[in-house]
T-cell receptor
């Protein structure tokens, strides 16, 4: 099946610094990418939807200035957590969808565990 | 407002027996449902899906049942294997929306 690679898988950063997470579709062109966040023992919460070449659409309650999403190419989307704080520590997961498909064709990355100290 | 609910946070089943994971939803606009399996510190992997025009879909050991009138779906795994131990999420889509709405997950433990 299609592969979505997410990097890094684990990152520890100091409070106040910024962290960039990459999501790549390795064998298909992803016109839409989704970024999720998962708190311990909770569901995956959609943060934003990004379409290649346009601004991301953020879900209610997600600060777009804090969670910067860039989808500059059909194979790469990045999530930058700016001025990270300990409460941003979480598991972040991206998924990518090819053109023409419903979300049934969305494949997930392996996730990034962010710890802010 | 949790539109997709998995009321059992955990389930323990003996190897070889049937595992039944349940999911309820409140949004009648959902017309496509999916089940994902997730191991710790990994992204979800797609298992099986069902359209609202069907009431059953089967793929190997996995069968999903949909009861639209009750707004309820279930995932049956038979026979259960130790490798099935993971967290299972149900998710739902509407025809006009591209984003998945996930349930809270059920942790399945298959014991020997």
């Amino acid at each position: 099946g299609a592969v979505v690679s997410q990097h890094p898988s684990r990152v520890i950063c100091k409070s106040g610094t910024s962290v960039k997470i990459e999501c790549r579709s390795l064998d298909f062109q992803a016109t839409t990418m989704f970024w999720y966040r998962q708190f311990p023992k909770q569901s995956l919460m959609l943060m934003a939807t990004s379409n290649e070449g346009s601004k991301a659409t953020y879900e209610q309650g997600v600060e777009k200035d804090k969670f910067l999403i860039n989808h500059a190419s059909l194979t790469l989307s990045t999530l930058t957590v700016t001025s990270a704080h300990p409460e941003d520590s979480s598991f972040y997961i991206c998924s990518a969808r090819a053109a023409g498909g419903r979300n049934t064709e969305a494949f997930f990355g392996q996730g990034t565990r962010l710890t802010v100290v | 407002d949790q539109q997709v609910k998995q009321n059992s946070p955990s389930l323990s089943v003996q190897e070889g027996r049937i595992s039944i994971l349940n999911c309820d939803y409140t949004n009648s606009m959902f017309d496509y449902f999916l089940w994902y399996k997730k191991y710790p510190a990994e992204g979800p992997t797609f298992l099986i899906s069902i359209s609202s025009i069907k009431d059953k879909n089967e793929d190997g050991r996995f069968t999903v049942f949909l009861n639209k009138s009750a707004k309820h779906l279930s995932l049956h795994i038979v026979p259960s294997q130790p490798g099935d131990s993971a967290v299972y999420f149900c998710a739902a889509l509407t025809g006009t929306a591209s984003k998945l709405t996930f349930g809270t997950g059920t942790r399945l433990q298959v014991t020997l």
